[in-house]
Each structure stands twice: as structure tokens, then as C-alpha cells.
T-cell receptor, first 113, second 115 residues
Framework: GQQLNQSPQSMFIQEGEDVSMNCTSSSIFNTWLWYKQDPGEGPVLLIALYKAGELTSNGRLTAQFGITRKDSFLNISASIPSDVGIYFCAGQRTQGGSEKLVFGKGMKLTVNP | DGGITQSPKYLFRKEGQNVTLSCEQNLNHDAMYWYRQDPGQGLRLIYYSQIVNDFQKGDIAEGYSVSREKKESFPLTVTSAQKNPTAFYLC??????????????FGDGTRLSIL
């Protein structure tokens, strides 16, 4: 199955810095989702984007649904140690009459206090 | 509290054995999903179910089976035909799979290992 191109694969930053990550695809998606996963746990939904061009914030997180519907980015501002984890993007589209999710491989974030 | 419960947290399988992973949700969601996650990889869809008594194969269904006899339950069986079953298995649910585009929410996963 197809996977999204998520970059960077990992980042090491100092506490207080901002971080950006993005996902691209050759396919169009109806919805973009961003999840965070802590070790040994399931992904937790951070932000959901439903319209091309949409810019949405959730606290220190900001995400945008690309105008072409083939990409999305997530920004985290003023990082804190609890931001550590793996961030996944997921694109949702209709396939075979059902809504399917396609995931990126994840971006591992390390925040040095 | 409403949520998705997966059990057990850790599971060990001997060669040639079938094992069943449990997933229960009390969110009244119609759709449920099973994903497999390998180190450094994104999630890959094994099976999904849009409604009770109906389920569809995902991208990597070979060696797995599911049932959906109740709305709140979607157990996954890893059969002996699955030659590389060691992975982290995640169950998810959503209100539906229609164009309302409701996001999927995940359980905390089951880690399956081969003895």
C-alpha cells in the first residue's frame, strides 16, 4: 500500500525552539490528520484538516492543508520536553467506497531541556 | 470514560499457534480498524469493518482474520499462516467511513512477540 513522504525523519532541538515537519503525496486527499505517538502507546489525534488551504491551530500546534490537497505541514512552537515522541501524518481519501487512511513513516522528535 | 481498550498489552506466541487480540470500544462508533506497526514504519491497514457482521481486507490481510459480531468488539486473530507476526498492533475506531470524514481514534496497542 502507498505511504506518504514525511520529512524530516527525525529532529533534535533545544527546548523553546520551533519545529516544522511536512508530508507530501502524489495523490489527492480529502482530509489530513496529524497524530503523536508516545513509546508503547497508540497515536493520539492532534489536528484534523478538512478543507484545502485550511490553517488550524491547537495550542502551540499549527497545521495546514495544502492548496493542492497533496501535502500538509505541522508546526510546533516553543517546544517543551513533553513534545518528545513520534509525529505521524495521515491522509484520508475515498477508496473502494470507503474512507481509507494512508500514513507517513513518522518523525521522531527529541527535545533537549 | 469512553475509549478504545486493547488487550492484552503484551502477547507471546509459539510457532504454529493462532492468537487473538481483543479490541473493545464504548464510543458507539460504527467503523473499526486494525493496523500493524513495525519499527520505523507508518501504520499499515490489516482489516476494517464499517458495520456489524461486515468487514473488508486492508493492504496486508494475509495471515489474519477478524470478526464483527457486536458493534463494540472487533477481535483480530493472527494465524499460523502469518510468517512474521512480531509487531505492534493498533485498533482504531471512527463514527463511520462515509464522506463525513470523521477521524480515527486509536487504542494503546498490543505488542505481539514470537517465542
Amino acid at each position: 500500500g502507498q505511504q506518504l513522504n514525511q520529512s524530516p525523519q527525525s529532529m533534535f532541538i533545544q527546548e523553546g525552539e520551533d519545529v516544522s515537519m511536512n508530508c507530501t503525496s502524489s495523490s489527492i486527499f480529502n482530509t489530513w490528520l496529524w497524530y503523536k505517538q508516545d513509546p508503547g502507546e497508540g497515536p493520539v489525534l492532534l489536528i484534523a484538516l478538512y478543507k484545502a488551504g485550511e490553517l488550524t491551530s491547537n495550542g502551540r500546534l499549527t497545521a495546514q492543508f495544502g492548496i493542492t490537497r497533496k501535502d500538509s505541514f505541522l508546526n510546533i512552537s516553543a517546544s517543551i520536553p513533553s513534545d518528545v515522541g513520534i509525529y505521524f501524518c495521515a491522509g484520508q481519501r475515498t477508496q473502494g467506497g470507503s474512507e481509507k487512511l494512508v500514513f507517513g513513516k513518522g518523525m521522531k522528535l527529541t527535545v533537549n531541556p | 470514560d469512553g475509549g478504545i481498550t486493547q488487550s492484552p498489552k503484551y502477547l507471546f506466541r509459539k510457532e504454529g499457534q493462532n492468537v487473538t487480540l481483543s479490541c473493545e470500544q464504548n464510543l458507539n462508533h460504527d467503523a473499526m480498524y486494525w493496523y500493524r506497526q513495525d519499527p520505523g514504519q507508518g501504520l499499515r491497514l490489516i482489516y476494517y469493518s464499517q458495520i456489524v457482521n461486515d468487514f473488508q481486507k486492508g493492504d496486508i490481510a494475509e495471515g489474519y482474520s477478524v470478526s464483527r459480531e457486536k458493534k463494540e468488539s472487533f477481535p483480530l486473530t493472527v494465524t499460523s499462516a502469518q510468517k512474521n507476526p512480531t509487531a505492534f498492533y493498533l485498533c482504531a475506531s471512527s463514527i463511520g467511513t462515509g464522506p463525513s470524514n470523521q477521524p480515527q481514534h486509536f487504542g494503546d496497542g498490543t505488542r505481539l512477540s514470537i517465542l
